[in-house]
């Protein structure tokens, strides 16, 4: 069973800097896939970027493509998400998933996952 927690989270300003941390209890993430996603007030869920199980291949949305970074430890207990020049669309919680199912790169459907941190809130000023 993978328990995930997403750590990190905080209230910034436009333009700062911020990383996320989901992990399963110090112990190696069981996966082959681990996603990091976001809800916005009053929005759905939203994919925002995968890694592999390797950390050899990632993936993002349009939306933070260049701004977000996905990586992993080498002990492959914690994953990353680093995020840059923040923008108050930002605004939001942001949850971690993991997923055994297989890609050649990392898996970006949400209805795919099947283990779910319970999330960590991330505003931006303006």
């Known amino acids: 069973q993978v328990q995930l927690v997403e750590s990190g989270g905080g209230l910034v300003q436009a333009g700062d800097s911020l990383r996320l941390s989901c992990a399963d209890s110090?112990?190696?993430?069981?996966?082959?896939?681990m996603g990091w996603f976001r809800q916005a007030p009053g929005k759905e869920r939203e994919f925002l970027g995968c890694i592999n199980w390797n950390g050899a291949s990632t993936s993002y949305a349009d939306s933070v493509k260049g701004r977000f970074t996905i990586s992993r430890d080498h002990a492959k207990t914690t994953v990353y998400l680093q995020m840059d020049s923040l923008k108050p669309e930002d605004t939001g919680i942001y949850y971690c998933?993991?997923?055994?199912?297989?890609?050649?790169?990392?898996?970006?459907?949400?209805?795919?996952?099947?283990?779910w941190g319970q999330g960590t809130q991330v505003t931006v000023s303006s």
């Open positions: 998933a993991g997923t055994r199912l297989y890609d050649r790169t990392c898996i970006r459907a949400i209805g795919d996952y099947f283990s």
């Open positions: 110090g112990r190696t993430l069981n996966v082959n896939s």
